[in-house]
């Protein structure tokens, strides 16, 4: 698969990961006035679960016999590390500079996305 035709069947999945993500946000922060990080746990795991079953098998298939445990190990390595990445971005971007709520759940989604594409392409599904 050209990496091309990868990049943009990551976005698209990113894309849904992004709505899930939101939505599930929006729901937990402005309906149940839930705090913003349990909403934020809450809508990466959600929206990881749908991520895994798409880079498996449409992002990065391949065609020999894959240990789907090893790869479910090392795909949570990479979210963990992603999620991280995001949410202490979120963190200083909230407690340090005061930033909405909200516009830093978005610019996070960008620090996210990045180091799990990365991550997924060099380590788990290679």
């Given at each position: 698969?050209?990496?091309?035709?990868?990049?943009?069947?990551?976005?698209?999945?990113?894309?849904?990961?992004?709505?899930?993500?939101?939505?599930?946000?929006?729901?937990?922060?402005?309906?149940?006035?839930?705090?913003?990080?349990?909403?934020?746990?809450?809508?990466?795991?959600?929206?990881?679960?749908?991520?895994?079953?798409?880079?498996k098998y449409w992002i990065f298939p391949t065609d020999k016999k894959s240990n789907t445990w090893r790869q479910v190990l090392l795909f949570l390595i990479a979210f963990g590390m992603a999620y991280v990445a995001q949410f202490l971005f979120l963190i200083v971007l909230v407690e340090l500079w005061d930033c909405n709520e909200y516009l830093a759940q978005f610019l996070g989604l960008f620090i996210y996305g990045t180091v799990n594409f990365l991550m997924n392409k060099r380590v788990t599904f290679r």
């Open positions: 698969m050209k990496e091309t035709t990868r990049i943009i069947r990551f976005a698209v999945i990113g894309t849904l990961n992004a709505l899930i993500t939101a939505a599930t946000i929006g729901i937990m922060m402005g309906v149940l006035g839930i705090h913003y990080l349990a909403s934020n746990v809450t809508a990466y795991v959600l929206a990881q679960t749908h991520n895994f079953i798409w880079c």
